[in-house]
């Protein structure tokens, strides 16, 4: 496998000052499994769409840009390993980069949708086929750490859905894309795991089978807990597959873990935190909190902003009352439009993704504990 020069740039910023903006500046995270590409030139670079379509194409940014309708989608970007911190400390090890709860962020992304560059090149598949197809993308401008190409793929049925809004990114917050993030053009996949959200994008083929890369195949997979190990793995990564759909979810951002906050006369203090849907069931439509270990919770109120989408994130506050003294935890679990909730106690997996909830080594769980800040000191 390839040996990269350097180790690739991943980061996630502190989840206090991330739930400060409803739209996350540049400064947000970054997941790469490859050194960022520098010699993209976005006034050569081309997309090529080729597969099961009646006329393969070349396009230019500057044809993306023009020939297109451009499409505006605010959504959240999460990677599938968000929150693996919890997972690995309250259930069992897992491999993986230690993402506590900021790899996620909420963008408004500008490009065609997929869906009109793909009639354009026109589907040559009958309708059955289409059922079962699929859309891949690649990014061969640099090699990964476990690959020599990153890629992933969507269905068909995804990719073709005007509701989906799976679109092809040229602007990320209304900018052009920076390099980090993409530039010249990156697919944006509302709803799902960030890792489809290919990046740095040179091809989209038409296909009955899914991407084969390494990310698509043999990472972003919620394996059974038979899996306990990478040997153990083995017979498992061909039945399972990639995740797509994210579940939904919440972090608790202010109070950190260890703060130590100043009750008010009333004797609250304010929590705040994201809640982000499953998949397509968006948006948030509650979030409770608890600020006694889930005997008593209470209803967050969840902040409108200005152009949010069902695939948006829902930042939410509220003040809740708190026994002073050390030790102290706050609990929120989220419901999204679909009456989808965090479980109690979602299962171990090896590669520690699609974490949604809380599983204590302590007591067990009370009721639906799902995200927690811990060891907080409440001062009067
Ligand atoms: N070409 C390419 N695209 C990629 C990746 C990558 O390593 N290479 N990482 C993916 C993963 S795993 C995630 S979570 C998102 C992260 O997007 P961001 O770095 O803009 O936050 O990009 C995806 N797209
Ligand atoms: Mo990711």
Same mark, same amino acid.
């Given at each position: 496998?390839?040996?990269?020069?350097?180790? *690739?740039?991943?980061?996630?910023?502190?989840? +206090?000052?991330?739930?400060?903006?409803?739209?996350?500046?540049?400064?947000?995270?970054?997941?790469?499994?490859?050194?960022?590409? @520098?010699?993209?030139?976005? %006034?050569?670079?081309?997309?090529?769409?080729?597969?099961?379509?009646?006329?393969?194409?070349?396009?230019?940014?500057?044809?993306?840009?023009?020939?297109?309708? @451009?499409?505006?989608?605010?959504?959240?970007?999460?990677?599938?390993?968000?929150?693996?911190?919890?997972?690995?400390?309250?259930?069992?090890?897992? %491999?993986?980069?230690?993402?506590?709860?900021?790899?996620?962020?909420?963008?408004?992304?500008?490009?065609?949708?997929?869906?009109? &560059?793909?009639?354009?090149?026109? =589907?040559?598949?009958?309708?059955?086929?289409?059922?079962?197809?699929?859309?891949?993308?690649?990014?061969?401008?640099?090699?990964?750490?476990?690959?020599?190409?990153?890629g992933a793929s969507i269905s068909l049925?995804?990719?073709?859905?005007? #509701?989906?809004?799976? =679109?092809?990114?040229?602007?990320?917050?209304?900018?052009?894309?920076?390099?980090?993030?993409?530039?010249?053009?990156? &697919?944006?996949?509302?709803?799902?795991?960030? +890792?489809?959200?290919?990046?740095?994008?040179?091809?989209?083929?038409?296909?009955?089978?899914?991407?084969?890369?390494?990310?698509?195949?043999? #990472?972003?997979?919620?394996?059974?807990?038979?899996?306990?190990?990478?040997?153990?793995?083995?017979?498992?990564?061909?039945?399972?597959?990639? &995740?797509?759909?994210?579940?939904?979810? %919440?972090?608790? +951002? !202010?109070?950190?873990?260890?703060?130590? !906050?100043?009750? #008010?006369?009333?004797?609250?203090?304010?929590?705040?935190?994201?809640?982000?849907?499953?998949?397509?069931?968006?948006?948030?439509?509650?979030?409770?909190?608890?600020?006694?270990?889930?005997t008593s919770w209470k209803e967050a109120?969840?902040?409108?902003?200005?152009?949010?989408?069902?695939?948006?994130?829902?930042?939410?506050?509220? *003040? =809740?009352?708190?026994?002073?003294?050390?030790? @102290?935890?706050?609990?929120?679990?989220?419901?999204?439009? +679909?009456?989808?909730?965090? *479980?109690?106690? *979602?299962?171990?997996?090896l590669r520690g993704v699609c974490y949604?909830?809380?599983?204590?080594?302590?007591?067990?769980?009370?009721?639906?504990? !799902?995200?927690?800040?811990?060891?907080?000191?409440?001062?009067?």
């Open positions: 496998m390839p040996d990269l020069p350097e180790a *690739p740039v991943n980061r996630e910023p502190d989840v +206090a000052d991330l739930v400060q903006s409803f739209l996350t500046r540049e400064d947000g995270y970054e997941r790469n499994h490859c050194m960022h590409p @520098q010699q993209l030139d976005a %006034s050569t670079h081309q997309v090529e769409i080729d597969g099961a379509v009646n006329t393969s194409l070349r396009l230019s940014v500057e044809d993306l840009k023009n020939d297109f309708e @451009q499409h505006t989608v605010v959504c959240a970007l999460q990677c599938a390993g968000n929150r693996r911190h919890t997972m690995r400390t309250n259930l069992k090890e897992v %491999s993986g980069i230690d993402w506590f709860d900021g790899a996620v962020m909420n963008c408004k992304w500008t490009g065609p949708r997929l869906r009109d &560059v793909l009639q354009r090149a026109g =589907i040559s598949l009958g309708s059955s086929d289409q059922e079962q197809a699929h859309v891949a993308f690649a990014c061969y401008a640099t090699p990964c750490q476990e690959d020599m190409w990153y049925t995804r990719a073709m859905r005007e #509701d989906m809004e799976v =679109i092809l990114a040229l602007k990320m917050n209304d900018q052009p894309l920076s390099i980090p993030r993409g530039s010249p053009v990156r &697919v944006i996949t509302p709803g799902i795991a960030g +890792a489809r959200a290919v990046k740095w994008l040179d091809k989209i083929t038409v296909q009955m089978q899914e991407c084969q890369n390494h990310y698509m195949q043999y #990472d972003y997979k919620v394996l059974p807990e038979e899996a306990v190990d990478a040997e153990a793995a083995k017979k498992f990564w061909h039945k399972v597959p990639p &995740v797509q759909e994210m579940p939904v979810n %919440s972090v608790v +951002a !202010v109070p950190n873990n260890e703060a130590t !906050v100043q009750r #008010d006369t009333d004797g609250t203090i304010t929590v705040q935190g994201y809640a982000l849907p499953y998949g397509d069931d968006g948006p948030i439509t509650r979030v409770d909190v608890s600020g006694d270990g889930g109120e969840l902040i409108h902003h200005e152009g949010d989408s069902k695939y948006s994130w829902k930042l939410w506050k509220a *003040p =809740i009352a708190m026994q002073a003294g050390s030790g @102290q935890a706050v609990l929120s679990k989220a419901t999204d439009s +679909a009456g989808n909730t965090q *479980p109690d106690e *979602p299962k171990w997996n949604n909830g809380l599983c204590t080594s302590q007591p067990p769980p009370l009721v639906n504990m !799902v995200s927690r800040v811990d060891q907080i000191r409440i001062v009067t």
